[in-house]
């Protein structure tokens, strides 16, 4: 069964950090671009981050984590991370992540194939 499974949400003060994985299962993420989304209460679903697919280093960033998330690739352990610091109230929400095969080496936040079921992230004092 192909999946994606996020975890490492939880409770978290403002300032601090958390490192969220994506694992893929039943495939490998390689030709895969893969994006991190949120969707906070009320609102919308939103594109965060980003990174293409194996064997190209480029990375998206949405203006409001840019310098505090960090997206990375582990390719052994065919999981993606998305490190972020500096937590604010804001960043609440539902972190999913999710895959697109990609032919190229960019990455965007449609036209995704497979998507998690997501992790919560709550930033609270």
């Known amino acids: 069964q192909l999946q994606l499974v996020e975890s490492g949400g939880g409770l978290v003060q403002p300032g601090g950090s958390l490192r969220l994985s994506c694992a893929a299962s039943?495939?490998?993420?390689?030709?895969?671009?893969i994006g991190w989304f949120r969707q906070a209460p009320g609102k919308e679903r939103e594109g965060v981050s980003c990174?293409?697919?194996?064997?190209?280093?480029?990375?998206n960033y949405a203006d409001s984590v840019k310098g505090r998330f960090t997206i990375s690739r582990d390719n052994a352990k065919n999981t993606v991370y998305l490190q972020m610091n500096s937590l604010k109230l804001e960043d609440t929400a539902v972190y999913y992540c999710?895959?697109?095969?990609?032919?190229?080496?960019?990455?965007?936040?449609?036209?995704?194939?497979?998507w998690g079921k997501g992790t919560l992230v709550t930033v609270s004092s």
């Open positions: 999710a895959a697109d095969y990609s032919y190229n080496y960019y990455c965007g936040y449609s036209g995704m194939d497979y």
């Open positions: 039943g495939f490998t993420l390689d030709y895969y671009a």
């Open positions: 990174i293409s697919r194996r064997g190209s280093t480029n990375t």
